[in-house]
């Protein structure tokens, strides 16, 4: 099939979204510059009222059930934002927040895991032995629940990680994003003390995988979309078998994002962050994936299969048009046209991938 078919095909769901979204958070860019002539200026009001439509069209602050995807892996996002939690033998983790109300909503899901034991077996979290508090990156969809966390009593969190250019942005609640700084919408409650995953000093620019108990996540750095996204790999045994679980990021090259090296661009090399993104994401093989984002991975077919079908089978990435690699090359190809480069590379994956097994 012509790579044009395979993205026109399978892409209007998410070329659908990308466009409302960029009703909403476009309008909230003013394209005026300052007198000194720099930034674009964010009119708080717009942004947002655009973010909040863009929540309630996409039940971003929609509290849902959890469901168990695979070993220690639950799902304890709201219905259009993943947040997972992750037990450990040593305690839990809980990766991501969703946006500013979420932290209720979050903690009500895991209050429910209790639910999901089969008889006979206990399953309740204890919400003090959730120690570790980390997300994909901090936008405020993904760390706008993470000061709740920190702050109530009624948890015990530990240590707050994201990789290090995410650190910055957490402590000032999104205010030097380079596409939402000065936008009130996407501002969150500044987050103290966050540390940076702890890098390899043996091999630079790698990290060191953050395990803790008997659950050990391998940090892969993804950026573009903030310079700190990040994509997280566990492997994880269920029932006797292990499964290699990928939790997605820096996939999404966001509306207003500037990428073409021979015009502006959001950041200096903001192009050839997205481009080793992409080659890092194409080249891993999940059994299981998983996003922050719940449309990426149709979260709510899998979820209806969950009713009749025992976990982690829903949740097995099968390939194909709905498959990772084909998600991965879409958006690929998508970031290619933008940054005005040569879409070659990204299209053999697409061809590759996105046609059906
Ligand atoms: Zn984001």
Not at 157 to 176: F, H, S
């Amino acid at each position: 099939m012509p790579h044009d078919a395979l993205v026109a095909g399978r892409d209007v769901k998410f070329f659908s979204i990308i466009f409302l979204f960029a009703i909403a958070v476009g309008c909230a860019v003013s394209p005026a510059r300052t007198q000194e002539g720099e930034l674009p200026r964010c009119e708080a009001p717009i942004s947002n009222a655009g973010v909040n439509w863009v929540s309630r069209l996409f039940k971003w602050e929609t509290r849902t059930s959890p469901v168990h995807i695979a070993g220690p892996i639950y799902f304890v996002g709201t219905e259009g934002l993943g947040a997972y939690l992750i037990k450990t033998s040593d305690g839990h983790i809980l990766l991501n927040t969703g946006m500013r109300s979420s932290g209720p909503m979050i903690e009500w899901s895991i209050s429910q895991i209790k639910h999901l034991a089969p008889k006979g077996k206990h399953e309740e979290v204890k919400t003090k032995n959730i120690k570790w508090l980390l997300a994909n990156h901090a936008h405020v969809d993904h760390v706008g629940g993470h000061a709740y966390f920190k702050e109530s009593d009624k948890f015990a969190i530990e240590e707050v990680r994201v990789r290090k250019p995410d650190t910055l942005l957490l402590a000032d609640g999104g205010k030097t994003d380079f596409q939402y700084r000065n936008c009130k919408g996407f501002a969150f409650p500044a987050v103290a003390g966050v540390k940076d995953f702890d890098e390899d000093r043996q091999q630079s620019g790698t990290y060191l995988p953050f395990t803790r108990g008997d659950v050990s996540l391998q940090i892969i750095p993804t950026p573009g979309h903030t310079r700190g996204s990040t994509t997280f790999m566990a492997e994880v045994e269920h029932h006797g078998k292990k499964y290699k679980v990928v939790f997605l990021d820096g996939a999404n090259v966001n509306l207003g994002y500037k990428v073409n090296p021979l015009k502006e661009q959001s950041y200096t090399d903001i192009d050839e962050d997205f481009r080793a993104t992409f080659k890092r994401l194409i080249s891993l093989e999940p059994d299981i994936w998983l996003s922050a984002h719940t449309a990426d991975f149709d979260f709510d077919d899998k979820r209806k299969l969950a009713a009749t079908k025992q976990s982690p089978e829903p949740w097995l990435d099968r390939g194909g048009p709905d498959g990772y690699k084909c998600f991965v090359a879409r958006r690929w190809v998508e970031f290619e046209r933008r940054a005005r480069a040569p879409v070659t590379e990204a299209a053999q994956h697409l061809s590759k991938h996105c046609t059906s097994p």
